[in-house]
């Protein structure tokens, strides 16, 4: 049976590395079909092992690209929304402290949708995107819905830019909730197709211009 692939609805797709993942031929993305997507039990269990705190150093050398992207183009006071906040966001109360109005949403910790009722000037998705199990209906809401006429989104993820080999041992990949993984090429695809009008990029961040 033909598989459409959750971001671009596209079914030219193939087996990739050791088959359970795909490979779209149309975006790019390497994305595991339904049949091997975690349960919502399984993801939570998962994501309650993520411990970091505000007293965490590691954690904020880790995010300190995503931090200083938006430092560089966004204003102090304008209203953020850390979409995937997790438990306990660093991200979101490094931003508070920084002087910006920040919400959080979080299906399994967050999950207030009176927040997705409005819009923001910037929205930050820190290690989120490779959690969509359906990322198409999800871009369309952040740029879409979300997003104020010429905000921004800020996106931090690992993308893969090697052969199927490395692809197979891969460290990001073994992570059972990350189910979809992006190539530059997958990034550009969603320049294009979900009304963004620039994409800069640098090393793990990405920046979508609306």
């Given amino acids: 049976m033909d598989v459409i692939c959750p971001l671009c609805a596209s079914l030219k797709n ?39 705190t505000s007293e965490d ?20 006071g304008e209203k953020c929304l850390d ?24 299906p399994f910790y967050q999950n207030d949708l009176t927040v997705l009722q409005q819009q923001y000037d910037f929205i930050v998705a820190c290690e989120v995107v490779e959690h ?4 198409s209906p999800e871009f369309q809401r952040l740029s879409h819905t979300l997003l ?29 909730t990350h189910v979809f993984i992006y190539r530059y090429e997958t990034m550009q695809w969603i320049l294009q197709h979900f009304s963004f009008k620039e994409l800069s990029a640098e090393g793990r961040v990405f920046v979508f211009n609306k």
């Avoid at 975006?27 to 994501?47: A, I, N, V, W």
């Avoid at 969509?132 to 990322?135: A, E, G, I, R």
Wanted: a neutral charge; aromatic letters at 16%; proline letters at 6%.
């Fill in 57 to 76: 150093a590691g954690y904020h050398e880790y995010i300190k690209p995503l931090i200083h992207a938006i430092f560089r183009c966004q204003n102090m």
């Fill in 132 to 135: 969509f199990h359906f990322p």
């Fill in 14 to 52: 193939r087996p990739y590395a050791d088959g359970r993942y795909l490979n779209c031929e149309n975006c790019h993305g390497l994305f595991l079909p339904t049949q091997y997507l975690p349960k919502s039990e399984e993801e939570k269990k998962r994501y309650d092992l993520h411990t970091s």
């Fill in 83 to 106: 979409f995937g906040s997790g438990p306990n966001s660093v991200l979101s109360s490094t931003l508070e402290k920084a002087g910006f109005s920040v919400y959080q949403y979080d």
């Fill in 148 to 176: 104020k006429p010429n905000g921004r989104l800020y996106i931090m993820t690992q993308t893969f830019s090697g052969c199927e080999e490395e692809f197979e041992h891969w460290h990001y990949r073994r992570d059972i």
